[in-house]
């Protein structure tokens, strides 16, 4: 079972340009999570999905991102236009929707690391 | 207060020893704790999961939770240098409906020497 994939690995941009940031859940996998970690800071949530519906965008810093996940399958993170503070390694993870320890059981991708100059 | 607190350490322990990493959340109202393991520059990965007071082993790890003292470790014994990684401790509050997000911790590093 293939696991949870990011594109790109690594993205260096300029402030002001715009970023989009793919993951690829693992099949089956009706949750989808947007994660975020900046430089000396813990991991934090960003936003949920339950197939292609937004459950909780809670955790999103500003109207600067958009995040989609067309058909319920991948999801894009845009970030526009990028600031300095965006920088950080952003993670997806996934999880299946059905008994409560599956739906907690998050796997996670490997991240991109987002470097705004 | 963070919602979830490490000692960041790093935390050195020689092979074979028994290495002990603890973790405090604030929100009482938490229901699921984990366990993840981060090699540099790789995702984190879920070595254990617990719902309940009490000690949960799996292998060589040993997951405690205290939620009267809103408490919860991870004990990992006959180290190895392949253990040595960042420890995450993340809690899921579970307030209803289907958002399990997690609230992680800034995680411990470990370092076990050979």
């Known amino acids: 079972e293939a696991g949870v994939t990011q594109f790109p690995s690594h993205s260096v941009i300029e402030k002001g340009q715009t970023v989009t940031l793919r993951c690829d859940p693992i099949?089956?996998?009706?949750?989808l999570y947007w994660y975020r970690r900046v430089m000396g800071k813990e991991i934090k949530f960003l936003l949920h999905?339950?197939?292609?519906?937004?459950?909780?965008e809670s955790g999103m810093p500003n109207n600067r991102f958009l995040a989609e996940r067309t058909g319920g399958t991948y999801s894009t993170l845009k970030v526009q236009p990028a600031e300095l503070e965006d920088s950080g390694v952003y993670f997806c993870a996934s999880s299946y929707e059905d008994t409560q320890i599956r739906k907690e059981t998050q796997y996670f991708g490997p991240g991109t690391r987002l470097l705004v100059l | 207060q963070k919602e979830v607190e490490q000692n960041s350490g790093p935390l050195s322990v020689p092979e074979g020893a028994i290495a002990s990493l603890n973790c405090t959340y604030s929100?009482?109202?938490?229901?699921?704790f984990f366990w993840y393991r981060q090699y540099s520059g790789k995702s984190p990965e879920l070595i254990m999961f617990i719902y309940s007071n009490g000690d949960k082993e799996d292998g060589r790890f040993t997951a405690q939770l205290n939620k009267a003292s809103q408490y919860v470790s991870l004990l990992i014994r006959d180290s190895q240098p392949s253990d040595s990684a960042t420890y995450l401790c993340a809690v899921i509050r579970n307030s209803g409906g289907s958002n399990y997000k997690l609230t992680f911790g800034k995680g411990t590093l470990l370092t076990v020497n050979p």
């Open positions: 929100d009482r109202g938490s229901q699921s």
């Open positions: 999905f339950v197939k292609e519906s937004k459950q909780d």
């Open positions: 099949s089956g996998h009706d949750n």
